[in-house]
């Protein structure tokens, strides 16, 4: 079955330390992949998206991701967080249909 | 543009009564969804529609019936409340297929069912 699996609930850094979100997908083919962000109480704005192509990808604020397939893995990645930045990440992964799965979220908290 | 906004922003019921809530989108897309996030699921798929008119199920469906008669609108009914419909309800849209596309949200609605 398709599955999109982030298996950190919750990350916390420091401001101005590098952060990397793991993300793990199971899916027949090469999926086509996103991270959202979601702000509290706000709905979720895309970062970044992979379909095919460079496996690393940039994306807003500063974030990118890299496609390992050998790792079935699409983590994000920033050099330098800010306190900003503290929201809740979604992984969701598409295949050629009109859906796609969320993973589960990981929260990230920002320590001053 | 709005964008995508969703009425209301909250809303309480009692076990057994009914509602609808309304999505509104002003970018001409023809793909709407709807999807219920609980904590520590992350976002689950209600129903959604691929153009003015269809309709079609998702993960979680049991409980809801939308209706897009407008393309610019899609609503999700609640015929009779459950206290597993406790939920935040995000409404997204998106200019065809998700896969090639990206999906705007709406701010959410929080229904609370006593």
């Known amino acids: 079955a398709q599955s999109v699996t982030q298996p950190d609930i919750h990350i916390t850094v420091s401001e101005g330390a590098s952060l990397e979100l793991r993300c793990n997908y199971s899916y027949g083919a090469t999926p086509y992949l996103f991270w959202y962000v979601q702000s509290p109480g706000q709905g979720l704005q895309l970062l970044l998206k992979y379909f095919s192509g460079d496996t690393l990808v940039q994306g807003i604020k500063g974030f990118e991701a890299e496609f390992k397939r050998s790792q079935s893995s699409f983590n994000l990645r920033k050099p330098s967080v800010h306190w900003s930045d503290a929201a809740e990440y979604f992984c969701a992964g598409g295949n050629r249909d009109d859906k796609i799965i969320f993973g589960k979220g990981t929260r990230l908290h920002i320590l001053p | 543009n709005a964008g995508v906004t969703q009425t209301p922003k909250f809303r309480v019921l009692k076990t057994g009564q009914s509602m609808t809530l309304l999505c509104a989108q002003d970018m001409n897309h023809e793909y709407m969804y709807w999807y219920r996030q609980d904590p520590g699921m992350g976002l689950r798929l209600i129903h959604y529609s691929v153009g003015e008119g269809t309709t079609a199920k998702g993960e979680v469906p049991d409980g809801y019936n939308v209706s897009r008669l407008k393309k610019q609108n899609f609503l999700l009914g609640l015929e009779s409340a459950a206290p597993s419909q406790t939920s935040v309800y995000f409404c997204?849209?998106?200019?065809?297929?998700?896969?090639?596309?990206?999906?705007?949200f709406g701010p959410g609605t929080r229904l609370t069912v006593l």
């Open positions: 997204a849209s998106s200019l065809a297929g998700v896969s090639y596309n990206e999906q705007f």
